[in-house]
Structures are given as C-alpha cells and as structure tokens.
Nanobody, 126 residues
C-alpha cells in the first residue's frame, strides 16, 4: 500500500511558477511509475505528466509540454511537478498517483494507477 500526500498548490498570477510535491510512504517508492493528473470544475480528470520508476523516461500532455517538468527523487520518496508559464486554464485540483505498470502506454490513463493522493488546488489568475 502506498500513501501519497501532495503539497505546493496555491494562487499564482498568469506567467508565474509553482512546484508541486508528492511525498510517498508505506511501500517501495521506486517500484512505481508516478504521474500527475488534474481536474478542473465540471471536467474529467486529465493526464498531465508521468515519470518512470527509474526517472529515465518522462511523458507529458501536449497542453503542458515545454512548460511543466516532472521529476522524482527515489531517496526522498518524492515526485515533483515544476510548473512554469502558468495559464488560467491550468487552474485545477492536481493529483499525484502511483502505478505498478511497466508499460509507458498505460501512464496516460487514470485507471492504470493504483494509488492516489488527496489533491492540491492550483489557481492561476489572469
């Protein structure tokens, strides 16, 4: 079992930056690929970014490519999402998630993740 706790959300102006963190406990963190998803009011949860267990491979939604960077520190059991050049449409609750899958094609879909955090709110004002 893995417990995930996100932090780092908040209110920021358009063009600004935030760094989200997700601390994991309860299992071997390096066994899991990690992902970030987000959900805006009235919309479905959508994929943002993912990183393989080894950190070698990263994956991004087209909407955030070039602006967001996912990384992980297996020694600290933590995954990060650095968000730059934020836009009002990035406003959402951001969730981190852990997946046991070894198939990169699985990382884009929420149903392939086994554990979820409670979410952290990110609000970008125009």
């Amino acid at each position: 079992q893995v417990q995930l706790v996100e932090s780092g959300g908040g209110l920021v102006q358009a063009g600004g930056s935030l760094r989200l963190s997700c601390a994991a406990s309860g299992s071997i963190f390096s066994n899991y690929a990690m992902g970030w998803f987000r959900q805006a009011p009235g919309k479905q949860r959508e994929f943002v970014a993912a990183v393989s267990w080894s950190s070698i491979n990263t994956y991004y939604a087209d909407s955030v490519k070039g602006r967001f960077t996912i990384s992980r520190d297996n020694a600290k059991n933590t995954v990060y999402l650095q968000m730059n050049s934020l836009k009002p449409e990035d406003t959402a609750v951001y969730y981190c998630a852990a997946s046991r899958s070894r198939y990169s094609s699985d990382y884009y879909y929420a149903w392939n993740y086994d554990h979820w955090g409670q979410g952290t709110q990110v609000t970008v004002s125009s």
